[in-house]
């Protein structure tokens, strides 16, 4: 049995900068700050950390409220942006979902979108029913915290000797797979700059080819 641990921006779907659209305008929304996020670069982040960052960059404290209250307008703006920017899953993935249900597997996530967030980004696409459970930014803003959060919750439905695979598309990604004892699979559909993902235990181009990714995931 082996418990899949999938990333969500760049790795299961792509959204053309949609979520920083939606946060730019809760930003607006909230607090009248134009262009908030500029400069900020979120690859591999969680949005626990974005949102506190970007609000101390505005010389804003983000307590427990507001980081609620934040993530109900975040939320609100998220679905319109979706749309505008034409969200889509990335190469070969519906067929690749298709396939891991001939295998014995448990369908995790490990994303830094809130979890209303990965709802919000995956259900229209189809494939939010796909995921048991899984880790996510509200579990933590680090990285390595929020996968353990999250493989806490998907061990409860596999056998003791599961093996886990994490898949992502970044730096941050590959280094908290392996911080959590995961073998790493990572796809270039993302935001990877050369180099970033060597340490990967394999590397994909996308999941276009069927039989490599299975064999990515499993050998
Ligand atoms: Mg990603």
């Not at 999938?6 to 607090?31: C, H, K, N, P």
């Not at 995790?108 to 459970?133: S, V, Y």
Request: some cysteine; hydrophobic content about 45%.
């Amino acid at each position: 049995m082996t418990i899949l641990m999938f990333d969500i921006d760049g790795t299961l779907s792509r959204s053309q900068g949609a979520g920083t659209l939606a946060m730019s305008r809760a930003f607006v929304e909230l607090y009248g700050i134009e262009d908030a996020l500029e400069g900020m670069s979120f690859a591999g982040r969680s949005d626990s950390w974005i949102v506190p960052t970007a609000l101390a960059n505005h010389g804003r404290s983000c307590t427990a409220a507001e980081l609620a209250r934040f993530q109900d307008a975040y939320i609100g703006h998220l679905s319109d942006a979706l749309v505008e920017r034409e969200a889509e899953l990335c190469p070969g993935v519906m067929a690749l979902l298709d396939a891991l249900l001939d295998h014995e597997v448990v369908m995790g996530l490990g994303t830094g979108n809130f979890r209303r967030a990965a709802e919000a980004k995956l259900a229209p696409l189809g494939i939010w029913d796909r995921f048991i459970d899984g880790g996510f930014g509200d579990d933590h803003a680090n990285r390595t915290s929020l996968l353990m959060a999250g493989l806490a919750r998907l061990r409860l439905h596999a056998s003791d000797d599961a093996e886990v695979v994490v898949i992502g598309d970044t730096r941050n990604d590959v280094e908290a797979g392996h911080d959590i004892g995961a073998k790493v699979v990572a796809v270039k559909t993302g935001y990877a700059k050369a180099g970033d993902l060597d340490e990967a235990d394999a590397i994909l181009d996308d999941f276009g080819d069927l039989p490599a990714s299975i064999s990515a995931l499993f050998d």
